[in-house]
């Protein structure tokens, strides 16, 4: 098919839009959602705001237009955009509550729905979702505990130890005395003593732990590492059997 036919039959459809009633174009959308024709079933929506924004049905439309860049298009910052719509222009409404209420826990559930991304091999998606979370969130509590997750998914992953290191050092430089930190620190000098076998860096890295965080619960297994660093499993008395 030619570009002239092409276009020809998108003014078509535009013109079939914009003649729709708002039942006609909200059925049409949920018609496409079923089909996996996306992208269509946003043009429906976004006509059905633009030509009946005083509609019955308006709210339902703008609540459901969110739900699918949550959902299906897996972004986060249109999503939260549409959600902020709903709550702002529908506030009386069922789909306005519920759109307040999802904005309150939106990076909870941005750190569900890295997860449920990760499950899914879906790494570039779920890192998006993270830079969101700390960009629009980053005085939040949950902002300390995306960061670290960040470079968890780097490390276990993409398996990108440079960048993973990265990543976690933004946690100690960026959210200092967080409950991610000391971790962040441990798992730093974990990948340079048992990964990059970095003895050098690594020794710098635990050191710093032990002077830092001295009674954290990850304390004896620094000083494991930093008392067998380097050595084979033969080496280590509590691990010889291992291999016997």
């Given amino acids: 098919m030619d570009i002239k036919k092409i ?56 609540f459901k237009l969110a739900t699918i860049y949550l959902n299906w298009k897996n972004n986060p910052e249109m999503g939260y955009q549409e959600l902020k719509n709903t709550a702002n222009n529908y506030e009386n409404t069922v789909q306005g509550k519920e759109a307040e209420e999802r904005l309150v826990n939106f990076p909870e559930y941005i750190l569900n729905k890295t997860e449920s991304l990760r499950k899914q091999k879906l790494l570039k998606e779920a890192v998006n979702h993270l830079m969101f979370l700390m960009k629009a969130f980053n005085t939040h509590e949950l902002a300390s505990k995306a960061q670290y997750m960040l470079g968890d998914i780097y490390m276990n992953d993409f398996r990108d130890f440079s960048t993973a290191i990265q990543e976690y050092r933004k946690v100690i430089e960026d959210f200092s005395g967080s409950n991610q930190e000391p971790h962040a620190l441990f798992m730093i000098g974990y990948i340079f003593a048992n990964i990059l076998n970095d003895e050098n860096s690594a020794k710098i890295e635990y050191r710093d732990f032990l002077k830092r965080f001295p009674k954290h619960e990850l304390s004896p297994s620094v000083k494991f590492e930093l008392e067998y660093l380097g050595k084979s499993i033969e080496e280590i008395p509590s691990l010889k059997h291992i291999t016997s």
């Fill in 7 to 62: 276009l020809s039959i998108l003014i078509l459809l535009s013109i079939i839009s914009c003649t729709k009633s708002s039942t006609q174009l909200l059925e049409s959308a949920e018609e496409n959602v079923k089909n996996n024709q996306i992208d269509m079933a946003i043009n429906d929506l976004k006509n059905l705001l633009i030509k009946h924004p005083n509609d019955t049905l308006a709210s339902k439309a703008q």
